[in-house]
């Protein structure tokens, strides 16, 4: 039997980036797992700047989806999650350039949480791209102050979608470069 | 017995950040362990732009910190990692301008791996900070197209850091804002 180190690592080395869905719908409560887990991500000076928005419709989905070259896969998801920076979160005062890796580890926080209760999902980039943001600004409604960060497609995979081995010793340095 | 899905929600929702370490060393081994972690993150198009030191020398550690303001964890830690991007890791085409997200995305499979190894790590920024960077590349002799991107202090938690209730339920719009 596994220990819960090795579960933990098997889940961080099988996720893979789902692109091929079956175009199942995905529960509301899941969705509320996902985002629970984005906010347990780690942030500059814990001041948590993000914001999602969370999309199961499906007309919503296909008008992104028309506006995102890169991310055609939203046609065949189940659902949507945008991650987004809110400048009006509290603790303003330094960290405020930071905001975009904090979102970072909230959205690889999503991807490892749907990969372990199976779902499919993949990390679509919005910053720094103005017209992908501007097109999922339009569509969203995002008033000026949040800003998107990133556009997770979220369904159940068809299994076509295999994890990479990616793992290549010789990019550790030891000690120095 | 909880599932897999549960264990890996489980190790998401109690990785904290850990600043207080009792001064033992890291294996080697584990070490390599949060390296494959970092390497099985996702990067756009697939171009695992990133390297890193791995720092186990008590006196490289001490030299790290004294440069580092807001990395003083260091002076305790039992090892260091160095998330840094390459910029002349192939695929070079397109991309580029996401090398910081995919070095996140890296930095927070570390911290979740020794989380579940029950070590105890935190993300300390080095990128987009010039003075902090500057003084990391000139204790690791990295070269130009080397950028570091984050340090993490690794380390055994005297278990003085506790996890933090961070789920806002309100920071959730529901198919727009």
Same mark, same amino acid.
């Given at each position: ?13 099988? /996720? /893979?980036?789902? &692109? $091929? ?23 500059? &000076? ?11 419709? /499906? ?6 989806? $028309? ?64 017209? &992908?943001?501007?097109?999922? /600004? $339009? ?39």
């Amino acid at each position: 039997m596994l220990g819960i180190s090795e579960i933990v690592l098997e889940n961080i080395f099988q /996720r /893979r980036s789902v &692109r $091929n869905f079956n175009g199942e719908t995905v529960d509301r409560s899941m969705l509320i797992t996902l985002l629970q887990a984005a906010m347990a991500a780690p942030s500059a &000076r814990n001041r948590q700047p993000w914001a999602f928005v969370a999309i199961k419709d /499906r007309k919503t989905m296909d008008a992104l989806a $028309n506006g995102l070259p890169f991310t055609k896969m939203l046609y065949k998801a189940g659902a949507a999650i945008v991650v987004c920076g809110d400048s009006t979160t509290e603790l303003q005062e330094g960290a405020e350039d930071l905001w975009y890796q904090d979102a970072a580890a909230a959205t690889q926080n999503i991807l490892l949480a749907a990969q372990a209760m199976r779902l499919g999902a993949v990390w679509s980039a919005l910053y720094p791209y103005s017209d &992908r943001s501007g097109h999922v /600004r $339009n569509i969203l409604d995002l008033p000026p102050h949040v800003s998107p960060f990133s556009i997770i497609p979220v369904g159940w995979p068809t299994g076509e979608d295999l994890p990479k081995e990616k793992y290549k010793p010789e990019r550790i340095h030891w000690e120095k470069w």
